[in-house]
C-alpha cells in the first residue's frame, strides 16, 4: 500500500525561480520526511517535521504539514541547476518505525 | 551504509543474497526496491539482530540479520520481475531520525 503520493510527478522550471511540490498521505502519521534522490544514487535526508509541526525551514528548503488535510508540501526557493533530482516523501504511521514512500516528483531546473 | 554489489545480473532460478552493512550503530534497517513509477516500496525491515518484519512486498524474498551491523537480502529462486533497485537504508531508535540510504544494488534478472 503506498500511503505517500507526490503531486506533479514531473516539474521543470527555470533557474532562480521557485519549485513546490506536494505529498498526500492515508493514515495519521508521527513524522514525514522528505529526500532527494539524483540520477542513480541513494536517497539523502532533507528535512523532517513532525506531526505537531506546521512548518519548517532549512536553508532553501521550505516544508509545510497540513494534518487535518493529510499533506505536506516542500518548497525550494531560488532554484539551482544542481537541484535537479527527484524528490520523495516518506511518512511513518504512529508508533512505527514502518515508513512509507510516496512516487517521487522529478524536478528538473533549467540553467 | 554501504551495499554489495553495485550491479548484477542473475538467470531465472539462480539465487543471490544482496549485502548491506551501517557503521552507525543503528538499530533499524530497511530493505527496498525501486522501480519507475512506483518509488520506493519495503520489502522487509529489521529492528534487531535476528528480528524482523514483513514490509508490502515480501514475496519471493527472505533476509538474514545475524549482527547488529548488516542486513542481507536473499533472492531463492530469481525471477525477471525481481529486476529491479534495491536500496538499503538504517535509522536509529528513539526518534523520530532520518534513514540513512546506501548507493544500491541494480539488478537484472534475464
Known amino acids: 500500500s503506498q500511503q505517500g503520493e507526490e503531486d506533479p510527478q514531473a516539474l521543470s522550471i527555470q533557474e532562480g525561480e521557485n519549485a513546490t511540490m506536494n505529498c498526500s498521505y492515508k493514515?495519521?502519521?508521527?513524522?514525514l520526511q522528505w529526500y532527494r534522490q539524483n540520477s542513480g544514487r541513494g536517497l539523502v535526508h532533507l528535512i523532517l517535521?513532525?506531526?505537531?509541526?506546521r512548518e519548517k525551514h532549512s536553508g532553501r528548503l521550505r516544508v509545510t504539514l497540513d494534518t487535518s488535510k493529510k499533506s505536506s508540501s516542500l518548497l525550494i526557493t531560488a532554484s539551482r541547476a544542481a537541484d535537479t533530482a527527484s524528490y520523495f516523501c516518506a511518512t511513518a504511521a504512529s508508533g512505527t518505525y514502518k515508513y512509507i514512500f510516496g512516487t517521487g516528483t522529478r524536478l528538473k531546473v533549467l540553467a | 551504509v554501504t551495499q554489495t554489489p553495485k550491479f548484477r545480473i542473475l538467470k531465472i532460478g539462480q539465487s543471490m543474497t544482496l549485502q548491506c552493512t551501517q557503521d552507525m550503530n543503528h538499530n533499524y534497517m530497511y530493505w527496498y526496491r525501486q522501480d519507475p513509477g512506483l518509488g520506493l516500496r519495503l520489502i522487509y525491515f529489521s529492528y534487531d539482530v535476528k528480528m524482523k518484519e514483513k514490509g508490502d512486498i515480501p514475496e519471493g524474498y527472505s533476509v538474514s540479520r545475524e549482527k547488529k551491523e548488516r542486513f542481507s537480502l536473499i533472492l531463492e529462486s530469481a525471477s525477471t520481475n525481481q529486476t529491479s533497485m534495491y536500496l538499503c537504508?538504517?535509522?536509529?531508535?528513539?526518534?523520530?531520525?532520518?534513514?540513512?540510504f546506501g548507493p544500491g544494488t541494480r539488478l537484472t534478472v534475464t
Open positions: 517535521i513532525r506531526s505537531n509541526e
Open positions: 493514515t495519521s502519521i508521527n513524522n
Open positions: 537504508a538504517s535509522t536509529r531508535t528513539g526518534g523520530p531520525y532520518e534513514q540513512y
